[in-house]
């Protein structure tokens, strides 16, 4: 099959593309480099199998020339998945239009630019953001959605496209609600935060908010698995699963306790006042991974687990 991945050199994108080479699938993607590494594209690129066109999604017009340019190479895409996004929540809090162009616009542009192509499969990266804040257990049914950040909001409204497109032209449309996913090839995130600045200064580490923020992590390599798992399992029209660990989530404090620990274990951890990091934060949040579970995947890494593995991992590739 040949797989389309917009977001292709970032955290996830990366990882997907490799795992798809891996079993032999024909692999294109797109990227504008705004926060993906070409480094972490080696192992893509030396498959033989891969296709890359450098540009930005946003605009429909880039989209529809890189389908047919990928189309020419390795026939219509069978399948696109759209990783591409804004992945910094903070920043889309502060501007609207962060996640308005990288997230929503971006969304709008490769689902159009799909129905041109003729693709009949989209999977698309949403978030745990779209139920914004709320003590009940989230489960896909959950409901009211309303976000408490342009990034869900933006999330959300994505849901939404793809959803229409799935009644009008796509065959099948899978939705994923990621936890925090963490693991190797960080672009963002609170391990990288923590594990960059503690390069920088090995005497303190400041943390937003009062440490007591408690959410679900997945490691990288579980969420992949999960994604390959429910879409040869899940044939609906549209199809919207949670992915996310089994059991409680994982506090900041745990973190940062552990990253120092890894990288610097002489820093003192000074913690803030408030209950959240940023606005737009959603301090807490009890994710039900159920319905996955009942298809039959589980992951094997508890959410401290995943966050212990990915401490070692980036703490390892950041070390001075
Ligand atoms: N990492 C997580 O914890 C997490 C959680 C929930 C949802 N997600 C979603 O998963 C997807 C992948 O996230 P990630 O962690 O790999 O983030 P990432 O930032 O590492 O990857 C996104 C990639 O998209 C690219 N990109 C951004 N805007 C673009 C544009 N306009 N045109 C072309 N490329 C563009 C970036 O350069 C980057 O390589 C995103 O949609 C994100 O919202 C991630």
Not at 196 to 210: C, H, I, K, T, Y
Request: charged share 20%.
């Amino acid at each position: 099959m040949h797989h389309f991945i917009t977001g292709v050199a970032g955290f996830i994108g990366s990882h997907l593309a490799d795992n798809l080479l891996a079993e032999g699938h024909h692999v294109s993607g797109m990227d504008d480099f705004s926060l993906g590494q070409h480094e972490f594209l080696g192992v893509a690129r030396a498959s033989g199998n891969f296709h890359l066109v450098d540009g930005d999604c946003s605009s429909l017009d880039n989209v529809r020339d890189a389908l047919s340019v990928v189309s020419a190479w390795g026939g219509v895409p069978d399948m696109i998945w759209h990783m591409a996004a804004n992945s910094d929540i903070a920043a889309g809090s502060m501007d609207a239009s962060i996640d308005f162009n990288r997230t929503l616009l971006t969304t709008f542009a490769v689902i159009e630019a799909a129905r041109a192509a003729g693709v009949q499969g989209m999977a698309f990266a949403s978030s745990s953001a779209v139920y914004g804040e709320r003590d009940d257990l989230l489960t896909e049914d959950t409901g009211p959605l309303l976000p408490i950040s342009n990034y869900g909001a933006a999330k959300l409204a994505g849901e939404g496209l793809v959803s229409a497109a799935a009644e009008s032209f796509l065959k099948n449309a899978w939705i994923f609600r990621f936890p925090n996913v963490v693991g190797p090839r960080p672009t963002h995130g609170v391990i990288f935060n923590f594990c960059r600045r503690l390069a920088q200064d090995p005497s303190r580490l400041d943390v937003l908010g009062d440490g007591k923020q408690e959410k679900a992590y997945l490691h990288v390599s579980e969420l992949i698995s999960a994604l390959r798992f429910i879409c040869s399992r899940a044939n609906a029209k549209r199809n919207v699963f949670n992915i996310g660990p089994q059991g409680g989530g994982t506090r900041v404090s745990f973190i940062a306790e552990n990253t120092v620990a890894a990288m610097a274990p002489k820093a003192h951890i000074a913690y803030g006042s408030a209950d959240r990091g940023w606005i737009g934060d959603v301090p807490r949040f009890h994710y039900s991974a159920e319905k996955l579970a009942q298809l039959g995947w589980r992951p094997t890494l508890s959410s401290d687990a995943a966050v212990l593995r990915a401490i070692t991992e980036i703490a390892a590739a950041v070390r001075p």
